[in-house]
């Protein structure tokens, strides 16, 4: 057989020299010309098909579910399960290596991770992909910069002050140590003041408010460079048996690592933002958080962490930040009879890197807010701008006066998005439908979601036309063309129209159906599964593509800030691994079941 076998394409890049060599000895060429039935329902496999030229389409009954092109592989489960139960057709003229059943069965046994791969099962791929990054999560993250974990700022004071006056400073700026200036010695020399060393200030008997900080300052500073790895600023801290390190680039001293700090990066990320967000006093304090929510995300998705735990973590400290920003901006009295809350992405907890602002406010019925409610909530969207967070194009945010209301007048507009609803109305039905609280009394939203599902009905028209939604960026098969490298020269691939949205507002539609109150698409799954209207194994197929777009997603759009580039969400498809384009053929076929599952439950077909 040639030696030309694309060992690198999965999930044959798994395989040692050994299992190369045994594939190499048991592969041979087969050619397929164009319309040619390469498996039939039925029949008993004999080989593994890898495409050399051409392409293959899969058939379940009439119609075509996934077309293979080069260096895919078909059919494992039928090879493994003994019966073929799809049918494949040549598309083209089509040259594959067919490689022999026992030399798989033989991989299979020696190789759990090719096993996994080879399976059209997308859980078990996924799990064997999720095995490979987290063997090394540990081992990234404390090659990881100084700089890149929580620097809690430096303050200085000058050798000659009292000690009475350090502890006040402690207390007003909640740290426990300050560096201290002695300029009288010759050079002058830079220390440290920690609270331990305040146990020999007392015990020194002499008043506090006459003993100089210089006297018990330590003159040996500990330094780290911001670009050293934290790996090696935790063994200095372990050898030289302190606390803390100061971080310095030449004479700059940027801050002080704390041991606590260290290891909660290594152990959870979100700690040291929420210390951050907790201790800020303005909106500059904030704005520093909020560009360290980013990082944290890069970081952690670079390291291997489960990019569901991500949007878990990023969803608590964006509700922080959010609430922070709101009690800073807003008056006390309007905090506590109000409820902010956000919505889409943010809502669902699904939202990763920084997207449109979707946010808005209910107020307590009989409730007088203040006078400039206008001038706040204008603020308020102003301040997550700067933060990061791109205005609504569609104007749905706080400062948009449609977007805050009492209850009453809420549950009014949500009623009418039911009764009259075009195209405008099922949109805001469904943008609130994601909606969750993040400040103020969480009930007043409660009494409207309540309401509106209350008043859901079973008018099939309207569910119809709310789910007809899942086709508004169909592009029939435009995306297998774009993914295949088909057709037009444009390989990208816009991710969220063609795999997230669908899945997600599929999902949304059930649970209007269903009138489950679930905000989150994996917890409406869940419930639909609970319900009887979801079997387990769409459900699962579901949540895992879901998980699955959401990283492919942060991924290219990790990549576009690193360019400097905006952030769009559209897939290079030419540059992915054959492992991702296997997974997002799979993944992209998963929401295609699922929408021919929608049009039959509510008769999409007629809506039209």
Known sequence: MPNAFNFAASPFDCLNPDEQRLVRDSVDVAYFPEGETILEVGSVPTHLFVVIKGFVTQFEGSEATTTYGPDDCFDGRGLVAGKVSSRFVAAEEVV?????????????????????????????????????KNQHELQSLTMSRVDEAFLRPAHFVDAGTDILSVVKLFQAHRTSNVLVRDTQSQPPRLGIFTATALQRAILDGRPLDQLAVGELSTFK??????????GDAMAVMLRRRVHRVVVAEGDEILGILEALDLFSFLSNQSHMITVQIEEAKDLEGLSQAATRITRMIALLYRSGSRVNLIAKLVQQLNARLFERAWQLIAPPDLVAHSCLFVMGSEGRGEQLLKTDQDNGLVLRDGYVPPADLAGICERFSGALRDFGYPECPGHIMVSNAQWRKPVSEFAQMTRQWLIMPDGDSLMNLAIFMDAHAVCGDAHLLEAVQRGLMKLATDNDAMLGRFA???????SSTGWWNRLLGLGDAESHLNLKKEGIFPLVHGV?????????TETGTAGRITALVAGGQLSPDMAADLTDSLHFFMGLKLKAGLAELDTGKAVTGAIDVARLSSLDRDLLKDTLGVVKRFKVLLRHR?????VR
């Open 468 to 474: 007809a939604a899942i086709d508004a960026f169909g």
């Open 221 to 230: 500073l500990i330094e780290v460079k911001p670009s050293d790895q934290l």
């Open 602 to 606: 509510f008769h999409l077909d007629a």
């Open 508 to 516: 949304r539609s059930l649970a209007l159906a269903h009138r489950l």
């Open 96 to 132: 594959a290596y067919q490689l022999a059943k026992q030399a798989v069965s033989d991989l299979i046994a020696s190789n759990a991770t090719f096993g996994a791969l080879l399976f059209s099962d997308l859980s078990n791929k996924l799990s064997a992909l999720s095995e490979r």
